[in-house]
């Protein structure tokens, strides 16, 4: 038995979706635990790739049960979409999704909310697909769940009553037209038809699960730095992505859970507004991005990009605890001579203890870096830790050395086979 988190380790986009993939061969249960359709997990196989928001990467290894837990918010539409792509790839869905009952629907109002809000001049740079209107009702009460699906009563009742002040507010502070609360209803109403067979009580279906000596792997989107409690607040997700957010999300104790696997990139990235202190807004930036196809699998957007940040690293570790990591996109720094890390960070002239979470502070500290030289070579064929050159395994110790972590796993490219074990 084996319960397993895996969580992205800095500001998502770490290739969390290759790295399940890989994983859940050797698990029985892949189990999403927050986020919604604002996170895309991209997973190469063959010449195919396969761009997942909800359902987790773990479906694409036959045989894997997958879930989406109750700390996530679904996109009815986005949802459909992803079964019948998947169905499209002959890749069997019924008997082997199962949706929470308890996980909350994202409605019209919250997607159009969303897009207002992102128009405005106090943008956070969300990907406008609801999530954050639709926790906010969710945290206010006023959500409407799976299970309101199963009872067209309750289910008419709330969407009635809701619609009554997201009209209000949109015709009278927004000055936008109504919506048409019976068109959703006739929407949603559909929506529990073609859903019905999938939705589960996964509280107990896990922890079950769990007794019967299965093997669970529970999958976040995005990443630790974009937590609302422990990420830099506002520029932030609306839900708990490190570690301890995949019990919330779940149903699943603390006490059963065995380890947690922390993806990082072999650089940083950023998408959305907010501070990056090692951000490369230069020739060196617009390289990583291009080498890397460094634009979101969700919303096409150009990511920053910049050094790796050892010092924030260090900080994911410490509130996830994580006990080992995989490095992902490491081919990517193939052709540059020199590589910088940075290995902490100064306030006007000083040293900072600890990771700041505060805007303020990180929008203004320096990072200090290490330089180390580059391998300037093609590492994209290397099948083992041994094939790679001494300059990519001296980057590789000096980065575990710097963030307090254990590089368990390397990936040097999009494929299953370019993913190896470090020694």
């Known amino acids: 038995m084996s319960v397993t988190v895996l969580v992205g380790s800095q500001w998502g986009d770490e290739g969390k979706g290759k790295i399940v993939d890989i994983l859940s061969e050797n698990y029985d249960i892949v189990t999403r635990y927050q986020g919604g359709a604002n996170a895309g997990h991209t997973v190469a196989i063959g010449d195919k790739q396969f761009i997942l928001h909800l359902i987790p990467s773990g479906i694409l290894r036959e045989g894997v049960v997958c879930v989406i837990g109750n700390g996530v918010v679904i996109d009815p539409t986005a949802l459909l979409e992803e079964i019948e792509l998947l169905r499209k790839n002959n890749i069997e869905v019924d008997g082997r999704l199962f949706i929470s009952h308890n996980a909350h629907l994202i409605m019209p109002y919250h997607k159009l909310l969303d897009s207002i809000s992102e128009s405005g001049e106090n943008k956070i740079g969300t990907t406008g697909r609801g999530i954050g209107p639709c926790y906010i009702d969710k945290y206010a009460r006023k959500g409407i769940k799976i299970v309101d699906l199963l009872n067209r009563k309750v289910l008419q009742e709330k969407i009635r009553e809701n619609l009554k002040e997201k009209n209000n507010l949109l015709k009278k502070v927004y000055g936008h037209e109504e919506l048409d609360v019976e068109e959703i209803i006739k929407q949603y109403v559909e929506f529990d038809k073609a859903i019905d067979k999938y939705i589960k009580d996964v509280p107990s279906f896990l922890n079950n699960a769990i007794s019967e000596g299965k093997s669970i792997l529970l999958e976040g989107a995005q990443g630790a730095l974009l937590d609302v409690d422990h990420g830099t607040y506002p520029y932030v997700t609306s839900s708990s992505p490190t570690a301890g957010g995949a019990c919330i999300g779940t149903g699943i104790p603390p006490t059963k859970i065995d380890s947690v696997v922390g993806i990082v990139k072999a650089y940083t990235t950023r998408v959305g507004n907010g ?48 006990d080992s990591v995989a ?20 306030l006007n002239g000083k040293p900072v203890k600890s990771f700041p979470t ?46 307090g972590i254990k590089i368990k796993i390397i990936s040097v490219g999009p494929k299953r086979q370019q993913t190896f074990f470090a020694e």
Do not use: H, Q
Not at 278 to 288: D, F, I, P, W, Y
């Open 275 to 322: 501070p990056f202190p090692t951000e490369l807004t230069n020739e060196e930036g617009e390289k990583l991005r291009t080498i890397g196809a460094e634009y979101g699998a969700t919303t096409g957007r150009p990511r920053r990009c910049g050094w790796f940040d050892a010092f924030l690293v260090n900080y994911s570790a410490m509130i996830n605890g994580i």
């Open 327 to 346: 490095v992902t996109k490491l081919d990517v720094l193939g052709s540059f001579d020199e590589l910088k890390v940075c290995v902490g960070y100064e």
């Open 358 to 403: 505060d805007v303020e502070r990180l929008s203004e500290v320096k990072p200090v870096y290490e330089i180390l030289p580059g391998w300037n070579s093609d590492i994209s064929k290397c099948s083992s830790y041994s094939e790679l050159p001494s300059n990519t395994k001296d980057y590789l110790n000096f980065i575990a050395g710097k963030s």
